[in-house]
């Protein structure tokens, strides 16, 4: 069986309890007896039935994130099931300090040849060298801008930055003479046409789970229409206010109270009003540094809610831009405002797809003393690193696939990355990147380089910043894999708290003033009950290894994970190495729990046949429902088995699949074929499931009685 998707899927081993090709073997929680199986029979029919062509790709027939073109069609809008792929599965995640805080935030604005590119395909593609982003530690609001009228995030866009604990924002934009045109038929009038306009897109944020809007009127506008515009934008808030709690309306700096469009540059009395009447203003771009002096006492106490705008390509007369963005970002943080950076798909754009990661950790390196950053507040917490791409697929440490693949709700948290000198002398230096050679899950690990220098006997690599109470009982979790060819250094976790009261744990340092580091020693095996979600304690596959460790506190608040690379003996010559990480986690002992959700119980809609790809073969499309807690699983591999082996198809991130173009056998007159389905959920904690657990659907398929014709 061969099936034609765009992430590029092909045959993997056969998933089972035993041992598998090569020195891997899976992990699988203990089989329980097999649950129900869904049986679907169908009869072959070449009747046309197209799928909507605003949810599904024209060709294809694949899931694809989409815009609302016109007036028209955004008062039209109604959620149906053909929309289910397009709603955001990772909810916002909680971090510190939290969006509200009053210290001045970052904004960073998408806009990338008018959108809906690659990154339009909800299960993926195979684009090989896709942009990325993945600096969310630094951002607070995310943008997703095109010329489209009503312009709905991807969702892969919303999944991705939740996951961060970043907010993401559509665009309302009008502009030119049309643009003019829909202003005035919804504002130029009575209040019930911009209140419809504004439930409109209330409704549509709440339904599709991403955040509030952008709001960017770029026409002039009638009298009448300008003075309704405020009165939309405080409609629009307090719809976001009912519909979505920590809904968020901005205005972009661009028409005046007086309808004439007049970019200011700056919050003035001028346009003041819309200000007033939403959540942030994000300003023009040509400011100068008397622009920011002046808008310090227009935004009072709201100095946080100014975005000021920074353009990455420097268009017009700006300051700063490209690799000297920090000279915009450093006048705008002197006077306490909130940068919104417009574009920073510069790197991507303007330098290139080659060496796009190193340009991309430059340029935001060179930011990162302007940017202050959040820390991680929820536990569980883990993550391998995968940057929502890859050349390559792997599962637990095997490369499963050698193709390119691209799809942003793969994308897993990142830490702050860094490329500086190492403590202890010149020349010495540690850096931090994403490697797409090697992976533990999905398309990349972590790799860190370094020398130890001479006179130090260990090197700290800060990871991950935490802000939240200490469980009483902790475990960490660490897999990596050292360079062969350099000389071995010794791997452990360092993890820091801070005093609330006290703090009693055995093995630790304590350090003046509240905080004190853990370095506790790694368990040579883990309780029965919990060795199933952790492994075996210390263990090695494919070149990787666990390390496992457990820690008893009180009193204490989690502050900060760092990896430390020590010499296993001290020495007076630097000592260089590279370690890739392939996987972090930190749990709350207390919160583990072995028991598994009931197996999915599959469903499938939407079914297709095309004759052909090849002689006597069908071409089937379908799609597939399933039910699965979502705060349990990190994601679904679905497969699927006719004559021969399980073959992977794909990955799905919410609770239903588009098999699209899978090519099965024909069945011979008065005879019928099947083809099965599995879905099988991969835990949080990265346990794969027994196939005992996995959902599974029989499709029982015949031809019609009479010939059918193509």
């Not at 907010?167 to 209040?191: D, M, Y």
């Not at 709440?206 to 009638?222: A, C, K, P, Q």
């Not at 020398?451 to 200490?470: D, M, R, Y």
């Not at 005093?499 to 020693?521: E, F, M, Y």
């Amino acid at each position: 069986m061969d099936g034609g998707r765009r992430d590029g899927a092909e045959r993997g081993p056969e998933p089972g309890p035993g041992p598998g090709p090569g020195p891997a073997k899976r992990r699988f929680l203990p089989a329980m007896e097999s649950q129900g199986t869904t049986v679907l029979h169908e009869t072959v029919s070449y009747a046309p039935h197209p799928l909507p062509a605003r949810q599904f790709d024209r060709n294809t027939t694949e899931p694809i994130s989409f815009y609302l073109s016109n007036l028209e069609e955004l008062l039209a809008w109604k959620p149906t099931s053909d929309d289910d792929f397009n709603v955001a599965t990772i909810p916002l995640a909680n971090r510190e300090p939290p969006l509200h805080s009053k210290r001045p935030r970052t904004l960073v604005c998408h806009d990338m040849k008018n959108g809906y590119l690659e990154d339009r395909f909800i299960q993926g593609s195979a684009s090989r060298d896709p942009y990325v982003f993945y600096h969310w530690p630094y951002v607070d609001i995310f943008v997703y801008f095109s010329h489209h009228p009503v312009t709905i995030p991807p969702v892969t866009w919303t999944n991705a930055a939740h996951r961060n604990g970043v907010s993401v924002l559509g665009t309302f934009i009008t502009e030119w003479t049309r643009g003019g045109q829909l202003c005035e038929a919804f504002l130029a009038g009575e209040a019930a046409a911009y209140h419809a306009v504004a439930v409109q897109l209330g409704r549509i944020a709440r339904f599709y789970r991403f955040d509030g809007w952008l709001v960017n009127i770029e026409n002039t506008l009638s009298e009448a229409a300008a003075r309704n515009l405020p009165l939309f934008l405080r409609d629009l808030r307090e719809q976001l206010c009912q519909d979505l709690p920590g809904g968020l309306v901005l205005w972009y700096d661009s028409v005046l109270q007086s309808g004439e469009l007049q970019w200011q540059n700056e919050l003035n009395e001028k346009n003041r009003v819309f200000f007033d009447a939403c959540d942030g203003l994000f300003t023009n771009y040509n400011w100068k540094e008397e622009h920011l002096e002046r808008m310090g006492a227009q935004a009072g106490e709201r100095l946080a809610d100014v975005y000021v705008g920074i353009d990455v390509f420097a268009r017009g007369e700006v300051v700063g831009g490209g690799f000297e963005t920090d000279k915009a970002l450093r006048l705008i943080r002197k006077h306490g405002f909130s940068a919104a950076i417009f574009a920073p798909g510069w790197v991507y754009e303007h330098l290139g797809k080659e060496n796009f990661l190193q340009n991309e950790n430059r340029f935001w390196g060179l930011l990162a003393e302007l940017l202050p950053t959040h820390s991680i507040s929820t536990l569980p917490f883990s993550t391998c690193f995968c940057l929502g791409m890859g050349t390559g697929r792997f599962l637990a440490g095997q490369e499963e696939e050698v193709r390119p693949w691209y799809n942003l709700s793969a994308q897993e948290i990142q830490p702050l990355f860094t490329d500086q000198q190492a403590p202890g002398g010149a020349g010495s230096w540690l850096r931090t990147r994403c490697s797409l050679q090697d992976a533990w899950n999905g398309g990349s690990c972590l790799l860190i380089e370094g020398i130890i220098p001479p006179e130090a006997g260990h090197v700290a690599v800060h990871l991950f910043s935490f802000q939240l109470p200490a469980p009483p009982k902790l475990f960490l979790s660490l897999l990596y894999k050292l360079e062969e060819k350099l000389p071995k250094v010794a791997v452990a976790l360092e993890l820091t708290t801070r005093d609330s009261g006290s703090c009693h744990v055995g093995n630790v340092t304590a350090l003046p003033g509240p905080v004190t580091r853990h370095q506790p020693q790694p368990l040579p095996t883990l309780p029965p009950h919990l060795s199933g979600l952790l492994g075996a304690g210390q263990q090695s596959t494919a070149g990787w290894m666990r390390r496992c460790y457990k820690l008893e506190l009180r009193d204490c608040a989690l502050h900060e994970l760092s990896l430390i690379l020590s010499r296993h003996q001290r020495g007076r010559q630097e000592r260089r190495f590279s370690c890739r990480l392939g996987e972090i986690q930190v749990l709350d002992a207390d919160g583990l729990h072995s028991s598994l959700p009931p197996v999915p119980s599959l469903q499938a809609s939407q079914v297709l046949w095309h004759k052909g790809p090849g002689a006597d073969q069908l071409s089937l499309s379908l799609t597939l429902h399933w039910s699965y807690p979502h705060s349990q699983a990190r994601c679904f591999r679905i497969h699927c088995q006719g004559r021969e082996q399980l073959q992977l198809l794909g990955v799905a991130h919410a609770t239903l699949y588009r098999v699209v173009g899978l090519a099965v056998p024909e069945a011979p007159p008065k005879e019928s074929c099947h083809v099965e389905f599995f879905v099988e959920p991969v835990l949080n904690e990265g346990v794969a499931v027994d196939q005992s657990r996995w959902g599974r659907l029989v499709l029982v398929y015949s031809n019609p009685a009479s010939t059918s014709t193509y």
